[in-house]
């Protein structure tokens, strides 16, 4: 039984145990594939995301003391925009350290909590990592997640050349014994190169594997015919990732789930590949102006977080929190019962609507019995 239910069953609150907070819109990369919505050209298939006005430091204090002791969250993941540009980002990570969040002991013993430190992610392009910031996260006990999208194509994605700058601060961070993971997402641009990139990053100390393809969203939405993978070239990407992950004897996962139907019945030995949805179940987002959405690909702001007691009955939360969102090609499909048909708000951004069918899917991939 995951945490989430485990809580819920015990009354407490009813949002994800992992709290995804953007800490700014700003950031030093201007990278093809970004997927924040306030990125998203004028012709993007939805309402503008404006950029309204950054939280402060005192009032993100404020929601990490509330997520905690009122909501059991006890996974933080800081991200952006680019985390390191954020303003007491080290006071938000030390005041974190302070608290206790309840973490559910999931066995098949009676239902019991445990009192921890709570988790803490901090996502950065390494574009401003210094010996400071590893000092730190290393004090604190931070997970960090460097993003790899490429080594030859890495300046064409991002606009800046420093792929070896992230691999040696990856080696550095390794060294300080930094939980590290490799955040890596894969375009049409460096899938060619991305066994190279994954041995890289394995070699230079990366303990895991975080991989995404690219979704277009954002400022990706305006190359996505450059960018998007076919259903073949994704599989591809899995395999290429599986072998590096034996190779390596690295764990490593897909972010963003698939339809069951592109698999094509292949499993991997060491990629785990999810095909069900987990936003509004296992996270959520918080934006830089304290707005919850249900996923950071989503454009679709819900309520603030000052209320976030009106949250549970809003009707775009119910529906991904009751998987209400499935195409209707997806119920001729034998596998619908293990499968959500891919990203849903994938197919939200890029065709108008949550109930549009994955990018990645064709009508001659429903499987019947």
């Given at each position: 039984m995951s945490e989430d239910k485990v809580n819920c069953l015990a009354g407490r609150s009813c949002l994800p145990s992992t709290a995804v907070m953007e800490?700014?819109?700003?950031?030093?990369?201007?990278?093809?594939?970004?997927?924040?919505?306030?990125?998203?050209?004028?012709?993007?298939?939805?309402?503008?995301?404006a950029k309204e006005e950054e939280l402060s430091t005192e009032k993100w204090k404020s929601i990490l003391t509330a997520l905690t002791k009122e909501h059991d969250c006890c996974h933080l993941a800081f991200t952006g925009g680019e985390?390191?540009?954020?303003?007491?980002?080290?006071?938000?990570?030390?005041?974190?350290?302070?608290?206790?969040?309840?973490?559910?002991?999931?066995?098949?013993?009676?239902?019991?909590?445990?009192?921890?430190?709570?988790?803490?992610?901090?996502?950065?392009?390494?574009?401003?990592?210094?010996?400071?910031?590893?000092?730190?996260?290393?004090?604190?006990?931070?997970?960090?997640?460097?993003?790899?999208?490429?080594?030859?194509?890495?300046?064409?994605?991002?606009?800046?050349?420093?792929?070896?700058?992230?691999?040696?601060?990856?080696?550095?961070?390794?060294?300080?014994?930094?939980?590290?993971?490799?955040?890596?997402?894969?375009?049409?641009?460096?899938?060619?190169?991305?066994?190279?990139?994954?041995?890289?990053?394995?070699?230079?100390?990366?303990?895991?594997?975080?991989?995404?393809?690219?979704?277009?969203?954002?400022r990706g939405?305006?190359?996505?015919?450059?960018?998007?993978?076919s259903a073949e070239e994704v599989l591809q990407m899995c395999e290429i990732a599986d072998e590096v992950l034996q190779l390596s004897n690295r764990p490593g996962s897909l972010g963003t789930e698939l339809p069951l139907c592109v698999l094509q019945g292949k499993t991997f030995e060491k990629l785990q590949v999810g095909t069900r949805c987990s936003a509004a179940k296992e996270f959520f987002v918080i934006d830089p102006s304290g707005f919850i959405r249900c996923c950071n690909h989503s454009p679709i702001r819900i309520v603030h977080w000052d209320e976030v007691d009106k949250l549970a009955e809003h009707p775009y939360w119910r529906r991904f929190v009751e998987r209400d969102y499935l195409p209707d090609q997806c119920f001729e499909c034998s596998l619908m019962t293990e499968c959500d048909g891919g990203c849903r708000?994938?197919?939200?951004?890029?065709?108008?609507?949550?109930?549009?069918?994955?990018?990645?899917?064709?009508?001659?991939?429903?499987v019947r019995d």
């Open positions: 800490m700014t819109y700003r950031c030093n990369h201007e990278c093809l594939y970004c997927s924040c919505p306030w990125e998203a050209p004028a012709s993007a298939p939805h309402e503008p995301y985390t390191l540009l954020k303003e007491g980002l080290e006071e938000l990570l030390r005041h974190v350290v302070s608290l206790k969040a309840r973490f559910p002991v999931v066995d098949d013993g009676p239902l019991r909590f445990e009192d921890k430190t709570p988790e803490i992610y901090v996502l950065s392009n390494g574009r401003l990592m210094s010996d400071k910031w590893l000092d730190i996260f290393a004090e604190l006990k931070v997970h960090l997640s460097l993003s790899l999208p490429g080594l030859s194509a890495f300046a064409d994605h991002t606009g800046h050349d420093t792929s070896q700058r992230v691999l040696d601060w990856m080696k550095k961070a390794s060294e300080r014994e930094i939980p590290l993971t490799a955040n890596v997402t894969v375009t049409k641009k460096n899938l060619g190169e991305l066994f190279e990139t994954l041995s890289q990053a394995f070699l230079h100390g990366a303990d895991m594997l975080l991989m995404n393809r690219f979704m277009p969203g954002g939405l305006a190359h996505a015919d450059e960018l998007v993978l708000e994938a197919a939200h951004v890029q065709k108008g609507s949550v109930t549009a069918e994955d990018p990645l899917w064709d009508p001659s991939m429903i």
